[in-house]
């Protein structure tokens, strides 16, 4: 079973792996978004099926991307309150998203040096 701190490690991981590559002169980099809640998934389609989320965590997830800083993890209080004893994170106040006033958050900037690993 995934631990909760999975999604962050590879957050991190992929925010590693692109600080390597270049395309051409240009260095490449990427917002990542992360929340933490319920959400309904399922297939949908008759034709060409999809799987999908639906529900408030999503779209809070997505706010948290398209409002992010290119280069940073943006996450929300609840998911701050699960990792923060195995990543440092740094609060960036709050922003006005629809739907859901304002809302605080932080952006992952590492593992805790004494936390472990998430996948053995």
Known sequence: ?????????LALDMQAAVAEQTFGDQQLAF?????SGPVV???????????DLWGEAVNLASCMESQ?????????????????????????G??????ANHVEIWHVLGRRVSARPAIA
């Open 41 to 51: 998934a399922g297939v949908i389609g008759r034709k060409k099926f999809i799987y």
């Open 31 to 35: 917002r990542i978004g992360i929340n």
């Open 1 to 9: 079973m995934p631990c909760r701190n999975t999604l962050v490690q």
């Open 94 to 99: 709050a922003i006005d998203v629809k739907g």
């Open 68 to 92: 992010g800083q290119r280069g940073a993890i943006q996450i929300t209080r609840r998911t701050f309150e699960l990792i923060k004893d195995e990543f440092v994170c740094e609060a960036r």
